[in-house]
């Protein structure tokens, strides 16, 4: 556990805070990301099983603002955290905020000194059926490691910066550890990808084929119905999952052909690896104990139309899933007069209230003060 020790170790230096920083506002927009390989299985604490790969996405995003006071009753009582989800307190996500905060004082014990009021907002809609906590953990951890450059002058370079503000999503959110970096990101240690790490995601440096530069991903929203089963309940069952070693296993091959497609831009490559990762995830759910899908009838409709379209148009199209059942149906934007097309006309039926997001590739997190 390099990094844990690590940050363990500079937690030391964290604590007495200056007169002159006894209050302040920091905030960031962090966008939310999509997984090609997919993370789905954890250990210990939120380490995964698998590495996983990803890419942020550009109009789906949090925006958080981070208020501290320093308390007068210093480190005594414990902080005061007030969670603002879109102009009203919301307890629900204000719990999993404070659970939060908690597991990452560790790290960062400054943090117990000050009181918090966090205000925080999605540029999707609430129940628009997208996860918002890769996003929304991802700016809070940002917002933190913000707060630590401003008090005590570390991290102290971009890259260890953004390291940290990595580590700590995944506190928040296994997936929120992806969420800090553009381009290519890999989360989870693969003995081919020097760097790689179980703690925090890394952004993959080497060259790809520039035409995966310009991914479009259109969110097809089928339902914004609660989920059945929740992502914690469902990395859980991994723990006993008859499959789960053949599972971790594929996920790593998938993984490293996955790279190669990227590098050498064989889109046949590219589409059988993320339509496999993507089904193979609601395999995993469906051969769980008391299996169950989260998958419904407009799902597997856009699935098979996307297929057809393909074999008939020889285009790159492909799709993959989240944890829920809404399509991430992804093009190169080259395509994108003809896909909007085929959505207007043959998807937008199987979508509730002919919901759809126009997404794309971005540019990842941005401080905004
Ligand atoms: O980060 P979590 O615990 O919400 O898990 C997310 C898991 C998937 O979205 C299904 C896959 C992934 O790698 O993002």
Redesign the pocket.
């Known amino acids: 556990m390099k990094f844990e020790e690590k940050y363990k170790k500079d937690a030391l230096k964290l604590g007495q805070v200056k007169l002159s920083d006894r209050q302040g506002a920091i905030s960031w927009r962090s966008p939310s ?3 090609l ?4 299985g ?1 250990r210990q604490n ?1 380490l ?1 099983q698998n590495p ?1 790969l ?1 890419f942020v996405l550009d109009k789906s995003f949090t925006e958080t603002r981070l208020k501290y006071r320093y308390k007068r009753n210093k480190g005594k009582m414990a902080s005061k955290i007030d969670f603002i989800f879109e102009g009203k307190p919301n307890s629900d996500f204000g719990s999993r905020v404070k659970d939060f905060f908690l597991a990452v004082s560790e790290f960062l014990p400054f943090i117990n000194y000050f009181d918090f009021k966090i205000e925080s907002s999605n540029s999707f809609p609430h129940s628009s059926g997208i ?1 918002s ?2 996003s929304s ?1 991802s700016a809070l951890a940002l917002c933190l490691v913000s707060m630590e450059l401003k008090l005590f002058g570390t991290p102290k370079d971009k890259k260890a910066f953004f390291q940290k503000a990595s580590f700590l999503s995944r506190l928040g ?6 969420s800090v970096f553009n381009g290519f990101v890999v ?1 989870g240690k693969h003995k081919n990808i020097p760097g790689s790490s179980d703690e925090l995601a890394i952004r993959l440096n080497q060259q790809f084929s520039p035409k995966f530069n310009s991914l479009k991903d259109a969110i097809l929203i089928t339902s914004t119905g609660k989920k059945k089963v ?3 309940a ?2 859980q069952l991994m723990e006993s999952h008859p499959y789960a070693a053949i599972r971790f296993r594929q996920a790593k091959d998938n993984l490293l052909n996955l790279l190669e497609a990227l590098k050498t831009g064989d889109e046949q490559m590219f589409i059988g690896i993320v339509e496999n990762e993507a089904l193979s ?1 609601h395999a995993m759910m469906m051969a769980s104990e008391e299996g169950f899908t989260l998958l419904n009838e407009n799902t597997w409709k856009i699935l098979y139309k996307i297929r057809q379209y393909r074999k008939e148009h020889k285009v790159f199209i492909t799709l993959t ?4 059942p809404n399509v991430h149906l992804l093009y190169l934007a080259k395509q994108e007069t003809q896909i909007f097309q085929f959505i207007q006309k043959e998807l937008l039926q199987f979508c509730e209230n002919e919901h759809w997001i126009d997404d794309k590739i971005g540019r990842g997190p941005i401080k905004l003060i």
């Open positions: 990301n999509i997984a390989i997919k993370y789905w954890k939120q995964p996983s990803s996860a906590s890769a953990m959110s296994g997936s929120a550890s992806r989360w929740s992502s914690s469902g990395h995830l899933l989240d944890a829920g």
